[in-house]
């Protein structure tokens, strides 16, 4: 049985034990790494307050995974596109942090952040030729610092 296959009879059993019967959809993006999108009608309480309850669920089906098959896969898991609108939010957000990089010629400090969402702003701010971006910091106050790149 392939991982993806025992990943989906997993997620499909686990979501039948709380009674509930979501559309998932399995995409293996590259050798142990698996997106996960699961959509259906009231589901909000899956994502949790400021996407709380999604994170466990993510970490909960990798550990879950694991103790099934012994092998470890990375999982992002996405529940009625929240993480889609999450991340048009990063880049909107991020756009005026890079407005006032340029107009005040040095750098800015977001406001701390989780793992995946500093991870959308690196990977956003690639895209720009005159800002760099770099985390710092520990823990739960790691952020993410933009600036102006030396001419």
């Known amino acids: 049985m392939s991982k993806q296959t025992s990943l989906e009879n997993l997620i499909t059993e686990f979501f039948a034990n709380f ?3 979501p559309d998932i959809m399995i995409d293996e993006l590259e050798s142990e790494v698996f997106s ?4 259906g009608n009231d589901l909000n309480y899956l994502i949790g307050y400021r996407g709380q309850s999604l994170d466990a669920l ?3 089906l990798g550990q879950m995974f694991f103790k099934q098959t012994g092998e470890w896969i990375t999982t992002t898991v996405d529940i009625n596109g929240y993480k889609d609108s999450k991340t048009e939010k990063l880049h909107e957000i991020t756009k005026r942090y890079i ?3 340029r107009f005040f010629e ?3 400090k977001l406001p701390p952040m989780k793992p995946w969402e500093r991870r959308q702003i690196h990977l956003f701010v690639e895209e720009y030729n005159d800002i760099t971006s770099e985390s710092e910091g520990e823990g739960r106050n790691r952020r993410v610092v933009l600036k102006p790149l030396k001419k």
Do not use: C, N
């Open 19 to 21: 009674g509930i019967d």
């Open 36 to 39: 996960i999108k699961i959509e």
């Open 58 to 60: 993510q970490t909960l």
């Open 99 to 101: 407005d006032k990089v």
């Open 106 to 108: 040095s750098e800015v």
